[in-house]
């Protein structure tokens, strides 16, 4: 079977390897030619490419499953995989630059797999059956299309692909820097970096690869002063304004502009209609062309490669038979990827509810956030909490702890606020920033 995988992007790679590893014919289609080695990339089409990510242990599972040497790469390159006492991969530190450069160099190693650089103009239809797609005007054959194409994707927009779509409400800044001393590092409380809930928003410090660092803050967008944020001078003030975070900018040189990220929405995308058949027979969605989540949760990549996953070993199954492999892909999402999204849209309805100042309300279902959080306060949670924010369980696995945490909640323990300027406080600072005021340290 042949195979046209749209999209370079860890999805698209990750799915074209395992799919050319077991055989199949797969040629990768993406405007991007992909880095140099020895400069920096500038990845088209990719707005997030430089801001932070993150890789949880899961992601580091899959590709120890499907591309056996993938890690060993990303290790000799400079990533760190971080582990729990049990020796469970737990994240995987590195800059998604490097990320993409070694899944690139698998890609290359891999018969079967085949990559053009061009835009994909628009998937080519026979009957309304998917038989290939449109690449500069030429038509590339194909038994099987894959959208991998990501968030930004409008390939397969206008096949009749709808589903269901909430705002994140969040917006934040982003930007890389790299340690003076790689060995001396800011204080970090979990194996990303360094987290923090401030009044009204968030801070974090992610660890990268080599020395590299990313800081982030991220906010409901509903300040317009914090729009200066953009500037680096007024995002200097404003990192250097928490003290935690300072500790990290004060022992490292930036390495890129102040990044920008905003107009975040959950989604998620059925592969099959209302009465069960496929939008589009010979296409299928994979990654975040099939469902979005929130990034501040970082689970994207997890989610995306389980889909792969699922979706590879169905196709090794039933090659010649892709509309009841959409039936049976479209079961397993809707079991294992619709519960995240739906978790993240009630944790970010409750999130922006309480940034505007809304207490925590006991008398409602509990926010999978909030449920984790409580086990800071009550140390019979943190091990039945693990699997769900390790993602070996599903949010559905939080339910029976509901009570637990609301009593936790109802005793009046809040989480804890680190130092550092309220969200009004914040939006005062980047004022006084933008107009030349001096401002307090």
Known sequence: MTTAVVGAGPTGLFTAIALARRGHDVTVVDRDPGPVEGRPWRRRGVMQFAHA???????????????????????????TVATADDGTAIALRCRRELFERALRVMASRQRGLTMVTGHVDRVVLDAHRAVGVLV??????????????????????????????????????????????????????????????LSGYFAVAFVHDNGTFSVTITHDGTDPRLRQLRHAPVYEAAVRAIPLLAEWIDRAQPITPVL????????????VDDDGRPMVPGLLAVGDSACTTTPLAGRGVTLAFRQAQALVGMLDRRPEDPVAVAVQF????????????????????????????????????????????????????????????????????????????????????????????????????????????????
């Not at 500069?136 to 038994?143: E, F, V």
């Not at 905003?262 to 592969?271: I, T, V, W």
């Open 53 to 79: 990510h993150t890789f949880r242990g899961p992601v580091v599972d899959a590709l120890q499953a499907e591309i056996p040497g993938a890690v060993e790469v990303l290790v000799e390159a400079g990533a």
């Open 136 to 197: 500069d005007g030429a038509r590339m054959p194909a038994d099987l299309v894959i959208d991998a194409s990501g968030r930004a994707g409008r390939m397969s927009r206008g096949l009749g692909r709808t589903g269901e779509d909430a705002q994140c409400g969040a917006a934040y800044v982003t930007r890389q820097y790299r340690l003076d001393d790689v060995a001396a590092g800011g204080p970090v409380n979990g194996p990303i970096g360094l987290s923090l809930s």
């Open 260 to 271: 920008p990220g905003g107009r975040l929405h959950n989604s998620y995308r059925p592969q």
């Open 330 to 441: 479209d079961g397993w999402c809707r079991d294992h990827i619709r519960p995240w999204f739906l978790d993240h849209v009630h944790c970010d309805g409750d999130r922006l509810r309480r940034w505007a100042g809304g207490d925590i309300d006991v008398r409602r279902r509990l926010p999978s956030d909030l449920v984790v959080a409580a086990a800071a306060a009550d140390a019979s949670l943190r091990a039945e909490v693990a699997a769900y924010e390790r993602m070996q369980a599903l949010p559905s696995s939080l339910d029976r702890l509901q009570e637990r945490a609301r009593a936790v909640y109802a005793s009046g323990w809040r989480p804890p606020i680190a130092a550092g300027p309220t969200r009004a406080e914040l939006g005062e600072l980047c004022a006084q920033c933008a107009t030349g005021q001096p401002v307090p340290l």
